[in-house]
C-alpha cells in the first residue's frame, strides 16, 4: 500500500452535514438504509466526483434526491463507491447496504460479542456500516433508528439522546436515538442485545440533570458499581480542572467481551472492554480498580478533548491522545498519590514508549506517513503525547498553561483541529514563540541529557554541564535540540538548598532550568560542600539522563532528596548499577557481587515507611526489560533473567528479618477497600513478601501459600500466587490448579491465571503456554485470551520469548500468521514483540530476523501485519 502523507492533506470536495441511519439488526444479514445531506465543500474542487469509502459491504439500492441512480452513473470497488458527476448544490443519497455482523471477527464495524450487537469505528470502521467520506474532518449531525428482534436484544442505545421507541409487528422493536452535536463517523456507535443495566444521576455546574447507565453482561451488574462511581467523579472533576461540562441528557457506558482495544468514547455511548469496567474484591486486583477509573475517566474526559474538539486528520491523533492522557493522569494523580502516579506513569513510559523509540517501529508523537493508521495508537502518541503537554505546562506554569486550555477549549469548539490550533492557543496565552517546542511532536527517538558536574569548594558553586543528542531514527537521521525542562535542586548534607540562585544573582524559578541549545550550562552559587545535585525532578521531561552518580550520592538522594520521584530514582539507579554489574559477570562466566549497602537502605525505608505505596514501587526493581533498555545492545536475556535473580535473592535474604516483620506488620484488619491507602499497604506486604521468597524460599513459600489459601480479595490471592509462580514445585502446580478449578466459569480472572503462567521464566513454559491454547475457557478470536496468553509470554517474558533456539519467535509467528486473516489488527499489535529484536546478541538476533522474514514472505498479508514487519525489517 502506498503510504498517506500529512504533506497531501486537502479537504473534502463534498461535506456531509446530515445522517439518518436506519439499522435492521440481523445476525447475519444487517441491512442499514443510510440518508446523506451532502454538499459539494466550498473548500474542494468543483465539479470532482463523489469517492465514497468502503469495505466489505452489499449495496443494495442507491438513489439521489429520492430517485434511483443510473448503474453508470456510480463505480463501486472493495475499497469505495464513487458517484461520478454529483450535483453542485445540496443533494441527498440514500443507500442501503447488507452487512453481516457474525462474520466481521476484525471487531471493527458492526459486529457481535457474546450475541451483542455493538460497533467500533475509529479509526476507519464506519465504512464497514455504509458508504461514507470516513475521514474525521467531516463533521454531521447524526439520527438513528436502531430496529432488532425484541427478544434478543431487548436494549437497543445510540449516540446522544434517545427521542422515540415503541414495538412493531413479528416480535421487532425499534429505539431512535438524536445526537445534535457534530460529529466524525469514528464517534458513530449503537449497541443492541441482552444487557443488564446499572444506573445513576449527574448534575452538571449549570443545572443540567443526566442519566448514567452502565450496561453489563446480565448477573454482573453488582460488578459494574465501580466504574459507574469513577465516571461520576470524572465528571465532577474536569468541571472543576478544565471547566469541561457534559452536553447530553444521557451518559451510555456498555461492557463487551470481545474488543480489540480498552475503550472507545463514541458520543455519550462509550463501548468498553469489559475488562475495564467489571471489578468486585474477589475478582479484581488493586491494579484493576485504578485502570478502570483511568479510562472511565480517560473516555469521558474525550467528551471535550477529542469528541467536541475532534482531530482534522488522523496524523493529528496526539492532539486528542496526548492531550486526553495527560488528562486521565492528572484526574488518578488527584485522586491518589500524585509521586506514586508519577513513577507508575515513568515506568509504563519506559518500558513501553522508550523501547519504541529505540528500535525500527520508532515514529514522532505526530507521524507524517502511515501505511495502516491502526498502528500508530500507540505509546508515542499516547504516553509520549501526553509528556509533551506536561512539559508545555511546566514551561508555561500552570496559571499560562490554564488560559491557553481554556482559549483552546473556546476557540476549537466544533472544530476539526491540528496541533499547530492547538500550539497557536499556548503561543497566544503565554506570547512566547514555540516553533522549537513543536519540535517534539516532530521529531522521533529518546533525547540523552549528559550532565558533568564540577564543584568549587573555595567558590561554593557547583557547575553543571548539560549537552543534549538524539539518536538517529527510521527515516530521521538528523536531530535537532529540543527544549528540555529539567527541574532540579540540590541535596546538601543540610538538606535541600532552597533558593537555587546562579552565580549572576537569578533566582531559579520553581527549579527549572530550560535547556535549549545542543550544549548550555548552569553555575549555582553558595553550595556546601558534598552536595548532590537532584535531576530531572519528577521526570520533568521524557529523556535518558546521563549522570555519573556514585553509591554514595546515591544513597544521599535516596534517603533525603526532598522530590519523591527521584528518591525512587536513585534506589533504581543503584539497583540498575548493580545488575548491570551481574550481567557482565555472568557473561564472563564469574559471580555476581552485590552490595550490601544497597540492601540495608532499602531495609531502613520499610523500618520508618509510611508511604506505603511508593516503598512498594521501590521494592519493585528495574524489570528485565528495563535492564535490557540499559545494556541498548547484544543483550543476552538469560544472564539479564540471572542476574536480576541473583539481585532479588541478595535483597531478600540481606533483609529477610525486615521482609518478614513488614509483611505481619501490614496484615489486612478490616474487610476489602479499593481505596489508594489500602492498595499501597497490599501492594507493599506483596512486595516484601515476593522479596522474602526470593531470598528463602523455605521462609516465603509457607507464608505465600498461608495468603493464597486465605486471601479474601484478588490482590492478596494473585499476590500469592505471582509469588509461587516464580518457585517450581507442588506449591506452584497446587495452587495454579486451584485456582483454574476456581475461576473456571470468570474468563476475566483466567486472563490473570494464563498471564502468570506464560510469564514465568522457565524452559518448559513454551510447552506450558502451548497447552494452555487447549483449554477450554481460551480462544485466540478473544482479544483479552490472546494478549492474556500468547501476550503476556510475547512482551513480559523476556528470557522464554527470546530463547536462544528461537523457538519463542517461530511460535509468536505462527500466532501472527494464524490471526492475521480474522483480525488483522490483534495480529499486528502481538508483532509488535519483535520491535527489540535488533538489540539481542547475534544468535537471537539471526533467529528473530529468519521469522520476520517468513512473515514478510506470506503472500496476502493485511495492511496492518505487512506494515509492521516491513518497518520492523528496514
Ligand atoms: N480512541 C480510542 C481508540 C480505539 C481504537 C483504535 C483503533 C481500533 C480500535 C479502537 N478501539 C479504541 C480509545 C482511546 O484511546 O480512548
Ligand atoms: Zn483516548
Redo the contacts with the bound molecule.
Keep these: 500500500a502506498t503510504p498517506v502523507r500529512l504533506e497531501d492533506y486537502r479537504p473534502t470536495d463534498y461535506l456531509i452535514d446530515t445522517v439518518s441511519l436506519d439499522v435492521r439488526l440481523h445476525a447475519t444479514a444487517t441491512v442499514v438504509r443510510a440518508e446523506l445531506g451532502i454538499r459539494p465543500n466550498p473548500a474542494g474542487v468543483a465539479g470532482a466526483a463523489l469517492r465514497l469509502d468502503g469495505d466489505e459491504l452489499e449495496l443494495l439500492s442507491i438513489t439521489l434526491d429520492g430517485l434511483p441512480l443510473a448503474p453508470t452513473a456510480y463505480e463501486i470497488s472493495a475499497t469505495g463507491l464513487t458517484v461520478l458527476s454529483p450535483p453542485q448544490r445540496p443533494f441527498r443519497l440514500t443507500m442501503e447496504t447488507r452487512i453481516n455482523p457474525t462474520a466481521n471477527t476484525k471487531?471493527?464495524g458492526l459486529y457481535r460479542s457474546s450475541g451483542v450487537y455493538c460497533t467500533?469505528c475509529?479509526?476507519e470502521?464506519f465504512r464497514r456500516i455504509t458508504y461514507f467520506l470516513d475521514r474525521p474532518d467531516v463533521m454531521a449531525v447524526y439520527t438513528t433508528r436502531i430496529e432488532a428482534d425484541a427478544a434478543e436484544a431487548p436494549v437497543l442505545l445510540g449516540n446522544g439522546d434517545p427521542v422515540e421507541s415503541g414495538t412493531l409487528p413479528n416480535g421487532r422493536h425499534f429505539a431512535v436515538w438524536r445526537d445534535p452535536h457534530p460529529k466524525p463517523c469514528y464517534l458513530f456507535a449503537l449497541v443492541g442485545g441482552k444487557l443488564g443495566r446499572i444506573g445513576g444521576e449527574f448534575t452538571t455546574m449549570s443545572g443540567r440533570k443526566v442519566e448514567l447507565g452502565i450496561y453489563v453482561e446480565p448477573g454482573k451488574e453488582a460488578r459494574a458499581g465501580y466504574a459507574l462511581d469513577a465516571l461520576i467523579r470524572s465528571m465532577r472533576w474536569d468541571e472543576t480542572a478544565f471547566g469541561c461540562e457534559y452536553d447530553l441528557d444521557v451518559f451510555n457506558i456498555v461492557a463487551v467481551s470481545d474488543?480489540?482495544?480498552?475503550?472507545?468514547?463514541n458520543k455519550g455511548l462509550n463501548i468498553f472492554n469489559d475488562k475495564y469496567v467489571l471489578a468486585s474484591p474477589e475478582t479484581a486486583t488493586d491494579a484493576d480498580y485504578a485502570a478502570i477509573e483511568a479510562i472511565i475517566a480517560?473516555?469521558y474526559f474525550?467528551n471535550w478533548t477529542?469528541n467536541r474538539i475532534t482531530c482534522r486528520d488522523w496524523f493529528q491523533l496526539c492532539l486528542?491522545?496526548g492531550l486526553?492522557v495527560f488528562r486521565d493522569q492528572e484526574f488518578s494523580s488527584d485522586e491518589r498519590s500524585r509521586p506514586v502516579k508519577r513513577i507508575a506513569d515513568v515506568r509504563t513510559l519506559r518500558a513501553q514508549q522508550f523501547a519504541e523509540d529505540s528500535g525500527p517501529l520508532a515514529h514522532p508523537v505526530r507521524p507524517s506517513a502511515y501505511r495502516e493508521i491502526?498502528n500508530f495508537?500507540t505509546a508515542t502518541v499516547?504516553e509520549k503525547g501526553a509528556e509533551v503537554i506536561r512539559m508545555l505546562k511546566a514551561l508555561l506554569g500552570a496559571t499560562t498553561f490554564k488560559a491557553g486550555m481554556d482559549l483552546y477549549l473556546q476557540r476549537c469548539d466544533g472544530a476539526a483541529a491540528t496541533i499547530e490550533d492547538f500550539l497557536a492557543c499556548f503561543a497566544q496565552a503565554s506570547g512566547r514563540d514555540l516553533s522549537q517546542f513543536s519540535l517534539w511532536y516532530r521529531q522521533a527517538g529518546t533525547p540523552s541529557v549528559a550532565v558533568r558536574t564540577a564543584y568549587d569548594a573555595a567558590a561554593r558553586t557547583l557547575r553543571l554541564d548539560f549537552a543534549q543528542s538524539t539518536p538517529p531514527t527510521p527515516g530521521q537521521n538528523d536531530k535537532e535540540p529540543v527544549v528540555i525542562p529539567i527541574r532540579l535542586g540540590v541535596v546538601s548534607p543540610q538538606g535541600e538548598v532552597s533558593p537555587l540562585r546562579t552565580v549572576t544573582g537569578e533566582t531559579l524559578d520553581d527549579g527549572l532550568f530550560v535547556l535549549e541549545r545542543t550544549a548550555d550550562s548552569l553555575t549555582l552559587a553558595d553550595i556546601p560542600p558534598h552536595s548532590v545535585p537532584s535531576l530531572l525532578r519528577g521526570f520533568s521531561a521524557p529523556v535518558r539522563l546521563e549522570q555519573e552518580l556514585q553509591p554514595e550520592d546515591l544513597l544521599t538522594l535516596f534517603s533525603r532528596d526532598a522530590d519523591p520521584f527521584n528518591r525512587w530514582q536513585a534506589a533504581q539507579r543503584y539497583a540498575m548499577r548493580l545488575m548491570v554489574r551481574a550481567v557482565e559477570a555472568l557473561r564472563s562466566q564469574s559471580a555476581p557481587v552485590f552490595d550490601v549497602a544497597f540492601a540495608q537502605a532499602l531495609g531502613e525505608l520499610l523500618l520508618g515507611v509510611d508511604d506505603h505505596a511508593f516503598a512498594a514501587q521501590v521494592m519493585a526493581l528495574p524489570s528485565e526489560a528495563d535492564v535490557a533498555r540499559e545494556l541498548g545492545r547484544d543483550i543476552d536475556p538469560d544472564a539479564v533473567l540471572h542476574a536480576r535473580k541473583a539481585l532479588r535473592a541478595f535483597v531478600g535474604s540481606q533483609i529477610g528479618d525486615t521482609l518478614a516483620a513488614t509483611y505481619e506488620r501490614l496484615a489486612n484488619k478490616g474487610p476489602y477497600s479499593p481505596d489508594a491507602a489500602s492498595a499501597g499497604r497490599r501492594a507493599l506486604r506483596n512486595a516484601t513478601l515476593d522479596l522474602l521468597a526470593a531470598g528463602d524460599p523455605a521462609r516465603g513459600i509457607p507464608l505465600a501459600q498461608a495468603q493464597f489459601a486465605a486471601a479474601d480479595n484478588m490482590t492478596d490471592q494473585i499476590g500469592a500466587l505471582a509469588i509461587l509462580a516464580q518457585h517450581p514445585g507442588d506449591a506452584r502446580e497446587d495452587a495454579l490448579e486451584a485456582f483454574g478449578a476456581r475461576f473456571a466459569g470468570d474468563p476475566l480472572v483466567l486472563d490473570k491465571w494464563f498471564g502468570l503462567q506464560a510469564a514465568i521464566p522457565e524452559a518448559a513454559t513454551l510447552d506450558r503456554v502451548r497447552r494452555l491454547m487447549s483449554h477450554p475457557a481460551f480462544s485466540l478470536a478473544n482479544p483479552n485470551r490472546a494478549r492474556a496468553l500468547v501476550g503476556a509470554f510475547a512482551m513480559a517474558n523476556m528470557s522464554q520469548f527470546h530463547r536462544a533456539d528461537g523457538a519463542g519467535y517461530a511460535f509468536l509467528a505462527d500466532i501472527v500468521l494464524q490471526l492475521d486473516g480474522a483480525n488483522p489488527?490483534l495480529a499486528a499489535r502481538l508483532l509488535g514483540a519483535f520491535r527489540t529484536w535488533r538489540s539481542l546478541e547475534h544468535t537471537r538476533r539471526a533467529k528473530a530476523e529468519t521469522e520476520l522474514r517468513r512473515i514478510a514472505a506470506r503472500p496476502d498479508l493485511s495492511p496492518d501485519v505487512s506494515d509492521i514487519v516491513t518497518r520492523s525489517l528496514a
Design positions: 471487531l471493527m467500533q475509529e479509526a470502521g474488543f480489540n482495544m480498552g475503550a472507545m468514547e480517560h473516555e474525550h477529542g486528542k491522545e486526553t491502526n495508537y499516547y489488527q
